[in-house]
């Protein structure tokens, strides 16, 4: 089945700090990847849907100053918290899908933000 | 708008005791996919199932099955003689079929804990 990787699966950094996270599709090509965070004990809540070549599309209350999204191939998008602080601890799910398919998701990305 | 309930917060059985997790969506899509995904405590999501909306058949797999209703908009999912490896938050979620088949609605989960 399809594979989608996400780097790394856990980060731990200081407070004031850029963190990238990366999302690839190893055997398909993504024309739409998405963006998830999950809280503690809460459900995934989709931050972007971003496609190839162009500019994501944030969800309403989403910075997009603060979650900078760069989809530049069809394998890979990238996750960047800027300046990140500990309110932007959580758990960062990536998903990939090809056209209209169902998605496919990453194992994840724990951010600890001291 | 999508919508989906998981009213069930947190399920507690004993070992080999049925359980059944209740799903119910709303959407004015008449095409459209249901999912259902087990995160285990180490985070990343099991996909479990995946039904279209025109096909409302039943399905079984090993331990696991699952009851789609269109008329009452519920896609409940069962687990037959539950194993303490079962225990996980389990998720109900729906997308559009044609125009975003990529982007889920997800429930906020059911907590499931299967004690021995």
């Not at chain 1, 960062?92 to 398919?101: E, M």
């Not at chain 2, 025109?54 to 194993?83: H, L």
């Not at chain 2, 996980?88 to 079929?97: I, K, P």
Request: charged fraction near 20%; glycine fraction near 4%; proline fraction near 3%.
């Amino acid at each position: 089945g399809a594979v989608v990787s996400q780097h790394p699966s856990w980060v731990i950094c200081k407070s004031g700090t850029s963190v990238k996270i990366e999302c690839r599709s190893l055997d398909f090509q993504a024309t739409t990847m998405f963006w998830y965070r999950q809280f503690p004990k809460q459900s995934l809540m989709l931050m972007a849907t971003s496609n190839e070549g162009s500019k994501a599309t944030y969800e309403q209350g989403v910075e997009k100053d603060k979650f900078l999204i760069n989809h530049a191939s069809l394998t890979l998008s990238t996750l960047t918290v800027t300046s990140a602080h500990p309110e932007d601890s959580s758990f960062y799910i990536c998903s990939a899908s090809r056209w209209n398919q169902p998605q496919h998701f990453g194992d994840g990305t724990r951010l600890s933000i001291l | 708008a999508q919508k989906v309930t998981q009213a069930q917060t947190e399920i507690s059985v004993v070992e080999k005791e049925d359980v059944t997790l209740d799903c119910v969506y709303e959407t004015r899509d008449t095409t459209y996919y249901l999912f259902w995904y087990k995160q285990p405590p180490s985070g990343e999501l099991v996909f479990l199932i995946r039904r279209n909306s025109f096909d409302e058949q039943n399905e079984i797999s090993g331990r696991y099955s699952w009851n789609f209703q269109k008329s009452t908009s519920s896609f409940n999912f069962t687990i037959t003689a539950s194993q303490v490896v079962d225990s996980a938050v389990y998720f109900c979620a729906l997308s559009e079929a044609v125009n975003n088949a990529g982007k889920s609605t997800f429930g906020d989960g059911t907590t499931l804990t299967v004690k021995p």
